[in-house]
Antibody, heavy 123, light 105 residues
């Protein structure tokens, strides 16, 4: 049974750095084809993909946010960490982590999601 | 960057209706297109991957088709639990479309 859970601060101040942790179970991030991604959703708005890290430590970032994002994994702890620098009120959103599968025939897709965590950016 | 558009942005339908949602990519993405359903306050749920493969456990009334730049999600007979927002996502650069909200007529 695959589960993922996001954790981190619920409130950050403008200009601060956000650090979110995704703790998962039921799979290994050292298995070929497996990845973990981060996706956010501002209140009432659409999903926005942020970052994705694969089993082989390949990392992908949203082009529009690349300069502010860092994704890392700790395979032994079953955790993936996302940091986002220089937070702004427009970054207020629910942040999700999700399990990803990849193969060359199907591409990649997110088949299991965490419940999400709401992060508010305000002074 | 590959951009994704969806149409319509919203639609009203009745239980039993056949519903079709379209997703278009700004350049060819082969069959690297996924569909998700999201209900209010919940995480998205994968429905279709690789344009036409039905995710395990998803009812067969959902189907996907297309390749290249044009894709469709079809719900053959809309059920009460299908009222939700639907997003396409291309897996070349993992970007999501803007979503299509399906509500009750």
């Amino acid at each position: 049974q695959i589960t993922l859970k996001e954790s981190g601060p619920t409130l950050v101040k403008p200009t601060q750095t956000l650090t979110l942790t995704c703790t998962f179970s039921g799979f290994s991030l050292s298995t070929s084809g497996v990845g973990v991604g981060w996706i956010r959703q501002p209140p009432g708005k659409a999903l926005e993909w942020l970052a994705l890290i694969y089993w082989d430590d390949d990392k992908r970032y949203s082009p529009s946010l690349k300069s502010r994002l860092t994704i890392t994994k700790d395979t032994s702890k079953n955790q993936v960490v996302l940091t986002m620098t220089n937070m702004d009120p427009v970054d207020t959103a629910t942040y999700y982590c999700a399990h990803s599968l990849f193969d060359y025939g199907s591409g990649s897709y997110f088949d299991y999601w965490g419940q999400g965590t709401l992060v508010t950016v305000s002074s | 960057d590959i951009q994704m558009t969806q149409s319509p942005s919203s639609l009203s339908a009745s239980v039993g209706d056949r519903v079709t949602i379209t997703c278009r990519a700004s350049q060819s993405i082969s069959s690297y297109l996924n569909w998700y359903q999201q209900k209010p306050g919940k995480a998205p749920k994968l429905l279709i991957y690789a344009a036409s493969s039905l995710q395990s456990g998803v009812p067969s009334r959902f189907s996907g088709s297309g390749s290249g730049t044009d894709f469709t999600l079809t719900i053959s007979s809309l059920q009460p639990e299908d009222f939700a927002t639907y997003y396409c996502q291309q897996s070349y650069s993992t970007l999501f479309g803007p979503g299509t909200k399906v509500d009750i007529k």
